[in-house]
Nanobody
Framework: QVQLVESGGGLVQAGGSLRLSCAASGSIFSINVMGWYRQAPGKRRELVAT???????NYADSVKGRFTIFRDNAKRTLSLQMNSLKPEDTAVYYCNAGGSGIPSYWGQGTQVTVSS
């Protein structure tokens, strides 16, 4: 089983920055893609960014140019650098890990609140 723990959320004013981190542990050898998702109250959970084992990245149009996803394999961490934050970025952010033919794993989430 894979365990994911997010950290780094908080309250920030519009235009500010935050860096989210996800610490992974357990049987991670079969994981080939990881990503960040977010969910605002009353809305569906949506993709923010993903990164594959070879390092290919994908971003939602709403965050492209402002957010950067990266990983540190040695430390088993996934990070999301968020710059130029907007009030519409306010949500609970979740770390996700998956692979072909295996269950998708989720962290418990970390709250990001951006004030106007």
């Amino acid at each position: 089983q894979v365990q994911l723990v997010e950290s780094g959320g908080g309250l920030v004013q519009a235009g500010g920055s935050l860096r989210l981190s996800c610490a992974a542990s357990g049987s991670i050898f079969s994981i080939n893609v990881m990503g960040w998702y977010r969910q605002a109250p009353g809305k569906r959970r949506e993709l923010v960014a993903t990164i594959t084992s070879p390092g290919s990245v994908n971003y939602a149009d709403s965050v492209k140019g402002r957010f950067t996803i990266f990983r540190d394999n040695a430390k088993r961490t996934l990070s999301l650098q968020m710059n130029s934050l907007k009030p519409e970025d306010t949500a609970v952010y979740y770390c996700n890990a998956g692979g072909s033919g295996i269950p998708s794993y989720w962290g418990q989430g970390t709250q990001v609140t951006v004030s106007s």
